[in-house]
C-alpha cells in the first residue's frame, strides 16, 4: 500500500485527472456536488487516494445538493446583541481574528492554534478535531448553525477530542498542508475543513462540510465523531501508525527533485495551448462552471502577447484575456451598483456569484484591466480599474491607509430579520425597481425600462432556477449585461449622452437605496500578503492611467505596512494585524511572523511603486526585504522556498507551493522580484553586480521545472517567469532631471506600454545613480536594453516609442 499511495500521491502533485475517480474497491461509493463548500481553487486537483484510510471512515462531506431546504443563517456570535455574560465561553474569546471571534461563544470548548492546546491534546492522549474556515465563508456559517451551537455535538466534541478552531487565513501554512491531505483522501477540498489529528499533529481523517446527522445513509458529523472516539479508544496505535504512514507518503509527493535542465520555449508554448484548449468562447474564462477570475492566467497570456504583438498566437492570447475581461465587467460577479468584483461565478454566465468581496481579487483585477487598456487604450478597461479602487477605497480601507481581507457573501435581508441571506445586500425585485425608478422619463421612456432592458431584469426574477438552494434566487435579479450599450440606445431611441444619464441616475439612486440595507460582515483583518498585492495594483493603476491619486494610494499603503506590519530590528515582516474598536491597529499578543506570500508579495507591490513614483526609498526596502526572505524560506540544496521558516515546530511539514491559483505561488512570485532586482542590483555593493539573484531564479526554475514540464497552466505565473529568464527583462534607463518636462514625457511614454516584467529606472544627475550605465547628459534621454545588449540613448520620444514596441523576443 506504501508504493502505491506514494505513487499516487506523487501523481496527485502533477495534477493527472485521469486518476479522479481512483478507490481500492469497485462498490467505492462517493456523491460530489456543486457549491457544497467555500472553494477558492486554491487546490485544482481532482483525485481520489482512498487507499490512505479505511472506507468506513469516510462518509461523504458533499452534501449540500443533496437537502431541499434553505438553511436560514443566524448572525455570527459576534455581530448580536449579547447579554452582558454569554451562556458559553471558550478560548477563542482573547483572540483578534474575526473568524476566531464568531465562534468564542459556540458551546465547543475550542482552543486556537497554541501550544496550550497541542500540550493538552498529548497530556489526555486525545485526538485533535481541528476546523479550519474564514470569517466570509457561507458554509462555515452553516457548519457553526447546525453543528457547533448544538449542545449536544458539542458535548461530543468537548468529551472526546480537544477542539482547535483556525483562521486559514492567519495560518495559511497550517491550511495547505492539512488541505493537501484533505484533497488526497477525498478528492475534493473546501472550507469549512474538518481534520482529525493525532496528538503529534498527524492528519488521519478529513473532509470538508458535514451535515449534523445521518442522511440519505451517510453519516452526519456527529455519528463521525462518535466512530472517530471509538477507532481512538480501541485502537490509538493503527490509527497512529496511519497518521505517520501519510505523512511520509505527503513528504515524499511534495519532495522536489534535483534538476539540471531549464524548461524552455517548449514549456510556455505547451501552456499556451493548454489555455486555448480549456477557453470558452461563449463568455470567456477557461473551463466551465464555477468560474473563477483566474488572475496568474492573464498575467502569463498577457506577457506572451506583449513578447510579440504581431504573432498570431499571440493575438489569440490577447483575445481570450480581453473577450473574458468584458464579459466579466459586465456580468453579476461585478457590482454594478457598490463597485467592485464577486470571489467567482456559480454559472457559466457570469451571472450569479458567491457574493464575498475579496482584497486579493481587487488588487490582481485591478492589474489585468490595466494591463488589458495598456493593451488596447479602450476607456472601458480604465473605467473597469477606476471601479475596483473606489471599491476598496470607499469599503475595505483603514482610515491610516492599510485594506481590510474581505466582506461576507451573507446579511440580513432587512434590519430586524432574524436569517441572514446569501446575496441579500446585491440583489433586486423588479417591484422595488419599479418603485424607484417608473416616475423617471426621458423621450417618453421610463428609466425603469431602459435600467431593466440594460441590465437584464425580469418581473419575476432572472436568476435560473438550478442556481443556489431551492427557492434562495426566487424573485431576485442579479444584474447582468449580456447586450452592449447601442442595443439599449436603438431600442429606446436614445443618444448615447442620454443613455448615459440614464444608467448613472439609476445607479445613484439604487447606491443610496443599497447603503441603507444592513451590510454584510467586513473582516477587518489586515494581512501583508494581500495589501502587497493592492500596493501594486494602486502602483500600476497609477502609472497606466496616468492617474497619480493612485500612486499616492499606494505610498500611503506603503507607509502604513512598514509602520504596522515591519520590525526594524529584525527587518523582518508580520503576517497580519487586526482593527481594534476605536480605529486603532493591533497584531495581537502573540504576532504572526511573515510567511513567504507576505515577503514576495509585498516585494513586487514595492517594486511596482519604486517604477511608478521613482523614489529610491521602495527600492531599498525591498532588497532588504529579499535578504530576509531569503534567509528564512530559501533552500539551499534544492532551491525554491518553502512557504514558512523552520520556527514553528507545530508545522510538521514545510511545503513549497506549486500552484498559481486564487493568489499566485509566492515561489512564481519570487522569481519575478529576483530578476528584476538582478536588474537593479548591478550598483549594489555585492562584486557579482545582480548575478546571484538571477542564479537563485534559475536554481527556482530547475526545482520547479518537472512540475513546469508536466502541468505548466498549473503555474502560470511562474511560466511567465521562465519566459522573463530567457528574454531577460526590458531595462528602460532614463537619465534627467526629474523636474524637466522633457524627462517627464519619456517616463510616460514608458509607462504607456504594456511590457511584463519591465524594470524602469530614473537617473537624476544630482542624485546617486540607480544603474551603473546611467550617465550625466545635459539633454534628458532613454536607454533600452534587452537580451544584455542596450540600444544608443535617444532623446526623442517617437525613437522610445519605436523601441519599446519592437518585439522584445528578437532583439
Known sequence: ????????????????????????????????????????????????????LNNNLNPPNNLRGLCDNIIKMSAPTTELNLPDKPKFINKLGNEKSPYLLQHANNPVNWYPWCQEALDKAKQQNKLIFLSVGYSTCHWCHVMEKESFENEDIAKIMNDNFINIKLDREERPDLDRLYMLFVMATTGSGGWPMSVFLTPELKPIKGGTYYPPEDRFGYPGFKTLLR??????????????????????????????????????????????????????????????????????????????YARDKYDPKGKECLNMCLHTLIKMAKGGIHDHISSGFARYSTDNHWQVPH????????????????????????????????????????????????????EDADSYPSFGAQHKEEGAFYVWEYDELKNLLSDKLIADNSYLDIFC???????????????????????????????????????????????????????????????????????????????????????????????????????KTANFMKQNFYCTDSKSLLHSCYKEEDGSITCGEVPIKGFLDDYAFLIRGLLDLYEASLDMEWLKWARDLQQKQNDLFWDSDVGGYYTCSDEDDSVIIRLKEDQDSAEPAGNSVACHNLLRLAVYADKSPAPEGGQKERDMAKKLLLAFSQRLNDTPNAL??????????????????ISGRRSD??????????????????????????????????????????????????SLPVTDVKQLETLLDEPAMLQ
Open 227 to 304: 466512530i472517530m472516539a471509538d477507532k481512538w479508544r480501541q485502537n490509538s496505535k493503527m490509527l497512529m501508525d496511519m497518521g505517520d504512514s501519510v505523512i511520509e507518503h505527503i513528504k515524499n509527493a511534495t519532495k522536489l527533485d534535483i534538476n539540471t535542465s531549464l524548461p524552455g520555449e517548449v514549456t510556455w508554448m505547451r501552456c499556451v495551448e493548454k489555455y486555448i484548449s480549456m477557453y470558452e468562447p461563449e463568455f470567456g474564462g477557461f473551463g466551465t462552471a464555477p468560474k473563477f477570475p483566474h488572475v496568474p492566467a492573464f498575467n502569463f497570456l498577457f506577457h506572451y
Open 453 to 555: 432592458h440594460y441590465y437584464n431584469v425580469e418581473e419575476d426574477g432572472n436568476v435560473s432556477p438550478d442556481v443556489g438552494n431551492k427557492g434562495e434566487f426566487d424573485n431576485k435579479n442579479v444584474l447582468i449585461v449580456y447586450g452592449d450599450e447601442e442595443d439599449t440606445m436603438e431600442k429606446f431611441g436614445l443618444t448615447k449622452v442620454q443613455f448615459r444619464k440614464v444608467i448613472s441616475t439609476c445607479r445613484e439612486i439604487l447606491y443610496e437605496v443599497q447603503q441603507k440595507r444592513p451590510r454584510p460582515h467586513l473582516d477587518s483583518k489586515l494581512l501583508c500578503s494581500w495589501n502587497g498585492l493592492m500596493i501594486s495594483g494602486l502602483a500600476r493603476a497609477g502609472q497606466g492611467l496616468e492617474d497619480k491619486n493612485y500612486v499616492d494610494d499606494a505610498i
Open 355 to 406: 457574493f464575498e468581496k475579496m482584497l486579493y481579487d481587487q488588487a490582481q483585477l485591478a492589474v489585468a484591466y490595466t494591463d488589458a487598456f495598456l493593451a488596447t487604450k479602450d476607456e472601458f478597461f480604465a473605467d473597469v480599474v477606476r471601479d475596483i479602487i473606489k471599491y476598496v477605497n470607499t469599503d475595505l480601507r483603514h482610515e491610516h491607509g492599510g485594506y481590510y481581507s474581505a
Open 741 to 790: 518636462p522633457r524627462t517627464l514625457e519619456l517616463v510616460r511614454v514608458v509607462r504607456s506600454r504594456l511590457l511584463p516584467g519591465r524594470v524602469l529606472a530614473l537617473t537624476d544627475p544630482n542624485e546617486t545613480p540607480v544603474l551603473s550605465r546611467s550617465r550625466n547628459v545635459d539633454v534628458p534621454c532613454a536607454y533600452v536594453c534587452r537580451r544584455y545588449a542596450c
Open 1 to 52: 500500500m506504501n508504493n502505491r499511495a506514494t505513487s499516487l500521491l506523487r501523481r496527485l502533485s502533477l495534477n493527472e485527472s485521469k486518476l479522479k475517480n481512483f478507490g481500492t474497491t469497485q462498490n467505492n461509493k462517493e456523491i460530489f456536488l456543486p457549491n457544497h463548500i467555500c472553494n477558492q481553487r486554491d487546490f485544482c486537483w481532482t483525485l481520489r487516494i482512498s487507499t490512505l
Open 716 to 733: 502560470p505565473e511562474m511560466v511567465s517567469a521562465l519566459m522573463l529568464y530567457n528574454d531577460s527583462p526590458t531595462q528602460v534607463l
